[in-house]
């Protein structure tokens, strides 16, 4: 007897090692809804919103880093799924989308649900067809799984429903990908002018991002080599931060002022694997060379001097005999010297007085940090979330940090929570949410009640979206539009069926998060904190001076000089 199209991909998608698809049923994917339902070896994890189907697909293919899945139906259903997959395709993870179309006869004709997901998808997918046969889906299907992993990001399977209800004859197949080339790294003469460049420098400082996952032997015994201070991009925190003598933490926005000198002040600025993007933290006067195993993401961001296309880890170790080791480390010595410092200054802010409020969103991150697992997986909401964690949680080799730090998306802690843990049953996860974030996809605290994921959520509650005031007030505008009238987080929690803690004073934190973290099952801490508290970046350049005096000026004369006397209370005038 012949088995449905819906029952060939199920198949497949197992023999492949996927062990779940997200998604939220329709009645154009009850044909793989009832597969899946009848499979094994097969869960169907139900989201209450595509999006974080897509979310949480993407951050188990970041902790895997193999193929996952999720899926939407037809029309609504494959929109909601969009943000997600940007995220995922921006973050280079290989993730399968089943986007489920009309009835195939109703195809062009403007019917109900009716959009095109071949044109809906080509931004954010390297891979994107219409399954017009069940016989033809097997084919369609490896094309797109070979496609997503090889390529490293999203491929889509566009299948009207009556297609996956079809009988098909075609035999699904598994064809698996070998691992590439052992060694992949530029020639011998790029090579050997590279070396030359850090030989005859004074100042190396090293760059690195994401690239360096795998590699961190290597990037310890290059900064050794060299005397080099390590400046790391945020994607690149959980791969080099951990044993890392030479680390000087990171710039940019989100950083400290030690990784920006470091890299102001070098003589030649090595870039392993980063597509950092921020322009005006480049040095303007040194050499750079840039390793990338992607040649198009070369000199893109900053002028490149010399651009090696290979791994990390390969292009180092056929560096590493071609160099010269450094004989002092001036440069290096005042580089950590000053991250020790920046270090101290972070450690100020991050206290609990008893008694005074509102808390101060840095000291809850720290104990989040000191209490949390060895092996435990954090994710954090774009905005203030992320600048906590960047700044306050410690990478050690076994943690996992995530967040949408290239696309950039609100709501993520949550969605990806929910795949992280869905992946990782034994693994600890952390959702760092902003009110705002945990509001927009508030309806998937369900979903962790449903499919019983003990998540932590750590609600940072400042009553506004406070990145968004922060950039108003940089710019010299007074916010407007960003508060937030919010519940008791703690008490939808409770309805939600699992634990709620509130939080008002510092010295209730501690206990709070060792009762929540203790909790077999998801719970949730709505911590209220400081809402003037402000991140400020490495170096405050005079426009953003500027505008936050024009903020001060017109807060002043509208009546809201109380905002001066809480901003002048922060770091920013410490």
Not at 192 to 208: H, R, S
Not at 320 to 331: A, G, N, Q, V, Y
């Amino acid at each position: 007897m012949a088995k449905s199209a819906a029952e060939v991909m199920v198949d497949m998608l197992a023999a492949s090692g996927v062990r779940r698809v997200y998604g939220l049923p329709g009645d154009s994917l009850n044909g793989i809804t009832d597969a899946i339902r009848q499979h094994t070896e097969m869960q169907w994890v139900h989201v209450r919103h595509e999006e974080v189907a897509a979310f949480a697909a993407g951050a188990e293919a970041h902790l895997t880093g193999d193929l996952t899945v999720c899926a939407g139906s037809c029309g609504p259903g494959n929109m909601h799924l969009i943000n997600g997959l940007y995220d995922c395709h921006r973050s280079r993870v290989p993730v399968l989308a089943i986007a489920a179309q009309i009835p195939s006869a109703e195809l062009g004709t403007g019917y109900f649900q009716e959009t095109h997901p071949e044109i809906l998808f080509k931004d954010c997918s390297y891979f994107c067809e219409l399954v017009s046969d069940p016989n033809n889906l097997p084919r369609i299907l490896g094309i797109a799984m070979r496609t997503a992993i090889a390529k490293r990001g999203v491929a889509v399977v566009v299948v009207p429903g009556d297609v996956f209800l079809g009988d098909c004859s075609a035999t699904g197949s598994t064809l698996k990908l070998c691992d590439p080339a052992a060694v992949f790294h530029a020639c011998k003469g790029d090579l050997e002018a590279a070396a030359k460049l850090l030989n005859d420098a004074d100042k190396v400082t090293i760059l690195g991002g994401a690239g360096c996952a795998g590699a961190h032997a290597e990037l310890i015994a290059l900064a050794g080599q060299l005397k080099a201070p390590i400046v790391h991009a945020l994607r690149g925190k959980e791969y080099i931060e951990y044993d890392n003598p030479y680390d000087v933490g990171m710039t940019g926005l989100l950083g400290f002022s030690s990784g920006y000198y470091a890299m102001m002040n070098c003589d030649v600025l090595l870039m392993l694997g980063t597509d950092f993007p921020y322009t005006q933290f480049f040095p303007e006067k040194a050499k750079i060379i840039q390793v990338d195993v992607r040649g198009e993401q070369i000199g893109r961001r900053t002028h490149v001097d010399l651009g090696l296309i290979g791994t990390v880890k390969d292009t180092i170790a056929a560096l590493m005999p071609m160099l010269k080791k450094k004989k002092h480390s001036k440069h290096l010595d005042a580089s950590t010297d000053h991250y020790k410092k920046a270090l101290t200054g972070l450690d100020e802010l991050a206290v609990g007085e008893p008694g005074k409020t509102p808390i101060h969103p840095q000291y809850v991150t720290k104990l989040v940090n000191e209490l949390a697992a060895e092996d435990a997986v954090f994710t954090c909401d774009v905005g203030l979330p992320t600048v906590w964690a960047a700044r306050y949680l410690r990478m050690n080799g076994k943690r996992s940090l995530l967040g949408s730090f290239v696309h950039g998306s609100m709501a993520s802690a949550l969605p990806q929570a929910i795949g992280a843990q869905a992946a990782s049953a034994r693994r600890q996860v952390i959702a760092l949410a902003g009110d705002g974030g945990l509001a927009m996809l508030l309806g998937d605290l369900l979903t962790l009640r449903q499919m019983k994921l003990p998540v932590k959520i750590i609600v940072f509650n400042n009553s506004a979206l406070g990145f968004v005031e922060l950039e108003m007030k940089a710019a010299g505008f007074l916010d407007f539009g960003t508060s937030l009238e919010n519940p008791s987080f703690a008490e939808i929690a409770t309805a939600c069926g699992f634990l709620g803690v509130r939080v008002e004073k510092p010295e209730d934190v501690t206990g709070a998060l060792q009762q929540t973290f203790a909790y077999e099952g998801p719970a949730l801490v709505d911590v209220v904190v400081n809402r003037q508290e402000l991140s400020l970046p490495p170096t405050i350049e005079f426009k953003q001076a500027t505008g936050f005096g024009l903020y001060i000026m017109k807060a002043v004369m509208n009546g809201r000089g109380d905002e001066v006397i809480d901003l002048a209370k922060t770091n920013l005038f410490r």
